[in-house]
């Protein structure tokens, strides 16, 4: 199976009433850090603070990504995915922010969507493992329907809350249904455990498949 990664984003999101980030500050941590920036800021004026969204700097294909007024780091791939590395470059920039301004993530945040080329039929994979369960038997019997499973989405935790995962797999329709597109988004407060977790990520997907095309 060929893995195609769109995009892989690793983040933290800060939520400080107190300290309000300053894109010249960010971009000096970026400069401290050894990034190359990719965004030209207006010189300082006396008292001014300064807010950005958007892309400020990059390291080992590595785009960094900053939203000072909602106070999130995020650090982006596209076309692949080097997870250490990603999650090194975020705990640097975390590490910095934090001494600078005295502050913790009130959270940290795995968004990764990719596709995955197969020579099966994944239509006709979850059309099997749909004749599998009773539910879906019923409402085909009761409205004279054909219904079928459209992939699975699995989730754990609360949403719109720290700790948060939810993970969907569907067939891939740009294929004709010849492989899958999955998304996955991973939040937790921890960062020995979102860590962890995001390094388990490729093995979740790959043991989740392999259930969905035990039929």
Same mark, same amino acid.
């Given at each position: 199976?060929l #893995?195609?990664t769109? !995009?892989?984003k %690793?983040?933290c999101? !800060?939520?400080?009433?107190l300290?309000?980030?300053?894109?010249r500050?960010?971009? #000096?941590?970026m400069?401290?850090?050894?990034?190359?920036?990719?965004?030209?800021?207006?010189?300082? #004026?006396f *008292?001014?603070?300064?807010?950005?969204?958007g892309?400020?700097?990059?390291i080992?294909r590595?785009?960094?990504y900053v939203d000072?007024?909602?106070?999130?780091?995020r650090v %982006?791939?596209?076309?692949? %995915?080097?997870?250490?590395?990603s999650?090194?470059t975020?705990?640097?920039?975390?590490n910095?922010?934090n001494?600078?301004?005295? %502050?913790?993530?009130?959270?940290?945040?795995?968004?990764?969507?990719?596709?995955? /080329?197969?020579?099966?039929?994944?239509?006709e994979?979850?059309?099997?493992?749909?004749?599998k369960?009773?539910?879906?038997n019923?409402i085909n019997?009761?409205?004279v329907?054909?219904?079928?499973?459209?992939g699975?989405?699995?989730?754990s935790?609360?949403?719109?809350s720290?700790?948060w995962?939810?993970?969907?797999i569907?067939?891939?329709l740009?294929?004709? *249904?010849?492989? !899958?597109?999955?998304?996955?988004?991973?939040?937790?407060?921890?960062?020995? /455990?979102?860590s962890?977790q995001?390094?388990?990520?490729?093995?979740?997907?790959?043991k989740?498949?392999e259930h969905?095309?035990?039929v």
């Open positions: 199976m #893995e195609k769109r !995009y892989f %690793v983040a999101r !800060y939520f400080s009433y300290s309000l980030f300053d894109a500050d960010v971009a #000096e941590i400069q401290k850090l050894g990034f190359k920036p990719v965004a030209k800021l207006p010189p300082p #004026e *008292g001014e603070r300064i807010g950005m969204a892309y400020i700097a990059e080992d590595n785009l960094i000072t007024d909602k106070q999130v780091f %982006v791939s596209f076309d692949f %995915v080097d997870i250490p590395n999650l090194n975020l705990k640097l920039i975390v910095e922010v001494a600078r301004y005295n %502050v913790l993530p009130d959270f940290y945040e795995l968004a990764w969507e990719l596709t995955i /080329e197969t020579d099966k039929n994944v239509l994979i979850f059309q099997k493992q749909s004749q369960i009773s539910l879906l019923d019997s009761e409205l329907l054909n219904f079928a499973l459209f699975i989405r699995l989730f935790g609360t949403p719109n720290p700790k995962f939810d993970i969907r569907e067939p891939n740009s294929r004709n *249904g010849m492989g !899958y597109h999955i998304g996955v988004i991973y939040r937790d407060k921890d960062w020995s /455990e979102f962890e995001v390094m388990k990520t490729p093995d979740i997907i790959k989740l498949i969905i095309e035990n």
